[in-house]
């Protein structure tokens, strides 16, 4: 059955593309939890593909690309990199959820196939995997970025944080609650709530009564906009301060005015006063119909380094893919489809110019950008 | 103090919502004997239909509104218990337990794969608007979710116990072979109770939306606490789901700002083991006569 | 044992157990191993559920129970051997426990409990970071090495598998067949009736419920190993339902039943990956289609057929009793 | 002193405003058929379910040649020697009549260990084939208990009945619904248990005719309490038993 079906898809590709393929698994969370993450990310690198493809392929050879669904079951995940890497794939793009990639990364090390995910855990890059590259720094490079915030531009003594309580959320309270006691702040209020969580009457009513110069606010999209609905509904004064999910275009458009004021390090934005990264978003859009996210822009530009760091290497070689990318600059100038100039250490973690950002009638607006992080 | 009220009121507010998704529970129960284990999805749907009238046929919300609703009682209601709910009555329970579990993942994958896995706005019925009563912050919507609530559940009272249909689908569901030889239709009424669940379900959806916004997976939780209130407050009594509801809605609030986030899931829940250990009728339940 | 056409049929599928990984890639191992995994899992929720008809949400609850211990205690070096029955048996404690609201309440009543129970182990999981990781889980627990059998190796690990999967059936079906199994069939059909014929049913209703928690705890037990990192999400309330859903669409109340209800559960996503997006759908319409036109199951399905092909009275009866066992 | 085989003791059971039973008490002496009759709703289930442990009497007592079994559970008085049927059919529908059987008596052979790893039928085939023979269903033997008809499911509850060889055995309406034939040999069937093996009955039964014709003793139930007891032919022609009937 599995042949017959692998067989089938491998014919329908066949008559697409020349005979020489280079093969590229995505394996993503096209189901479940995670599919708006899931399916962005696999957006962005299906565009990226099309683009690559019709410009001649990687050294001259066509992409062939099979997309693997991992229900957002970690295991399941698992299951599919041995899938991707039995199937011979060059290079698997993903997974998104950290839960996930911390599960499979290690069947990608150990068949030595790069790994290009869109997890932002820290941990992730803390393992010595040299197999394994981010797409957008962990949560332990961009949440730092924020301490010089509270310190001096909102000079906070005592500040709050309301987090999301799954991996991704701890992650970045973990760090946070690190940084405030390096910088000699102290955390008054610890609120987590659940993925998928509805109600933020209560956390919110904590946030008012707990008397903090800033919150730090770190849920995923659209918890941000629940919670910044209700912010407003029980008139929060409280400087709010995030990540990325806080005041991306989707939390603008779900929680309206309510997003007004909101502050955030983004280390990825289709709002950013970048041409490239508007032309891309006006590209993502006209193909799919909707706007991309931080997730879409992930997707394209690891797909793009597939492409541009192969080619420097001049041969498909995933050896020395995985060498070549560690300490790797990929300067914008000349890599135009990076976007912005993308960095990776011996880690495989990623460092990138960022953008504070703060929502103005309903605009995200760049107020300032954050140098690369050495 | 100040924050306690707040939280109360934030409590009733959700909580009436949880009502009107619990009450709809406990009708299918005393009709149908089964669970739905889709009622949260029940509840996410009509969002989308209203958001397609908007989007896609260029309705105004009005219009757009009725024609949520109208769809919801031809799927939810009618087709529901034609396709589903009848050829399963005589395998027993579990069957259409599985079975509404698998219409739950239907109604999601639907809606993620041909509207959009990402949540999408929802305009709000009620207008934005608060008073700040010294620190207590009582806002339009909150109000008016108690409001209608209340106002559905007492019309939904008045209707089983004073119109002759609402008697006829008393007596069909308490006991649909005495009712029969009495005259009634048995089976209509027992349509008719689904249908009332639909036309529920959808109102707890437009007046739910504008706050947890419309996505896909948006029932889930809901039709969890959705579930535990009915079994806290009485599965077979409606005031017993608007008990249940609020009770969950004010607990939940509580335990949330005064004893822990992490464990908040855990209160509803231990509180339903609680209930069906000691009191399995539920708090405003009558007891069910067991048959030896 | 009888050379019956039984028999000859088991010593098949063994076989068939035996020889399908090889020369198969990772992922078919890796997929066929969790299979049987599920399988075992799926196998307890069946005694508790197809031939006791005490509904459980609780399954995955069980293998968590059962993976998290291995991996507590395997990862402070103890041996595999030594925590799988400590695994084992902490479930069946706790099975016992849960079986207690099982006493007073029944139908639905209990599956809320056991859905309820299923989530508080999820949340204390998550929140207890001291002990489990919280929501990070744990990573890097040891395959067993058993000295002359080292199971790191995939295919290694697989035939580990099927070994204590074999033993396990073996088991199950001496508790199936043996008056215990009886009892919890009477149970399950008709309780009072069983009561005055001098069942003691609150006994029997909580060893139903225990074997089969321990049974999850056992599959949990090689979870571990098998993935070498678990995290609470991974035993949330979706995978009980999950574990139902492969005993109710292999066939409740059949002994293999619940083998092919995981094999379609676990295989049908991939089967279906052609249809891309829509192979959830599929999957929910099948699933709908199968209760309402064969609320059996699969194994109930093929036993109607084979009862029309097979019109000889002897070989159906034959067939009868070794389905149902 | 030698105690009757059952003896009942002022058993009262009230549910809500009725009172379904009401001081009823009797002896049961070994050996006999006892009748237990009396008009729709005059507490005979009811009565027999606070005698076979289902409910529990709001007072009064019941004991078992001399020791008291109260508020027993329905199993425990099973293992006693207490066997009883059903008004409705209760036979266990998806297992073969052999194993209804078997079940019927398996509880009280061996303990719980060996019943798990010993002898798979708990050594009770035999007797079981032979009940059933004695029932007259042995052709039925290996079919699932739900496809045989009515009055074949009411001869296979009997059976189970005294599987486990109980010294007292309360048939609830045996003879409901079942065709003339059935009856002729279900009456003889527990005539020959009676006499053979000196099984004490106590018989709920609407059937007047095989009542009368297979007790030798009726007590008469109305609203709850005894209004006549003695021989069938002293209940015939008993004006206050004629009235309840009528009354109803």
Known sequence: MFKQIAGASALMLAMASPVHAVDIAIVAELSGGGAPAGTQYRDGIMLAIEE????????????????????????????????????????????????????????????GVPQIVGAEAPNITQKGNPYVFRTAYGAHRGVPSLTGYFRDNLKAKKVAVTWVNNEFGKGGHDVFVAEMKKAGINVIADIPSEAGAADFAADVSRLKSAGADAVFVYLHEEESARFLKEAKKQGLKTPLVGEVTLTGQKVIDLAGDAANGAVAHVGLTAQANVKSIQDFGKKFSAKYGHQTDHNGIKGYIGMWAVKYVTEMNGAFDQKKFADKMHGLCLDVNKHPNMLLTTCWDKDGELARESFMVEVQNGKQVVTTTVAAAK | MEQLIQVVLSGLATGSIYALAAIGFTLIWQAAQTVNFAQGEFVMLPAFFVLIGINFLGMPLWLAMLFGLALSVLILGVAFKRILVDPLLSHGGLSLIIATMAVAILMKELVKEFYSAEAQPYPALVPQGAWDLSGVIISLQDISHLIICFVVIVGLTLFLDKTKVGRCMQAAAQNAAVAEILGVNVKRMILYTFVVNAVLATLASFLITPVYLAKFSSGEYLGLIAFIAAIVGGFNQVRGALAGGLLIGVLDNITATYITAEYRQAIPLLLLIAVILFKPEGILGKPEGRAV | MKFTKRNLWLLIGLALLILAPIGQGRYIVYTLTSWLVFSIAAMGLNLTLGYAGQISLAQSAFMAVGAYITALLTLNGIHWIVAMPIAVLSSFVLGLLIGFPALRVKGHFLAFVTLAFTTLVFLVLRNEDWLTGGPYGLSGMPRPDFGLFNTGKNINFYYFTVFIFVIFSLLMYQIVRSPWGRAFKGLRENEIRAESLGVNTRRITLLAFAIGSAAGGLAGSLMTPLVQFIEPGSFALLHSLRILLMVIVGGAGFFFGPVVGAGVVIMLPEVLRFTEGYYLMIYAVTVVVLIIFCPKGLVGLGEIISRKILKKKEVRKDFEQGAKL | MTHPLLSVRSVSKRFGNIQAVNDVSFDVQQGEILGLIGPNGSGKSTLFNCLLGQYQPDSGSVALKGSNITGKSPSELNLLGIGRTFQQLSVFPEMTVIDNVILAGQEHSGSMISRLFGSPDAGLTKAAEKLIGFFKISHLRDEPAGSLSYGQQKLLDAAMAFMAEPSLVLLDEPAGGVNLTMLGNLKERLQAFNSEFGTTFVVIEHNMEFVMSLCSRIIVLAEGSVIAEGTPEEIRSNQTVIDAYLGA
């Open chain 1, 52 to 111: 690559i493809n019709a410009s001649g392929g990687i050294l001259g050879e066509k992409i062939k690309v099979t997309q693997h669904d991992t229900q957002t079951d970690p295991q399941i995940s698992k299951g599919l990199v041995t899938k991707a890497i039995d199937d011979g794939a060059y290079v698997i793009m993903g997974t998104v959820y950290s839960s996930s990639t911390i599960v499979n990364m290690f069947e990608a090390m150990n068949a």
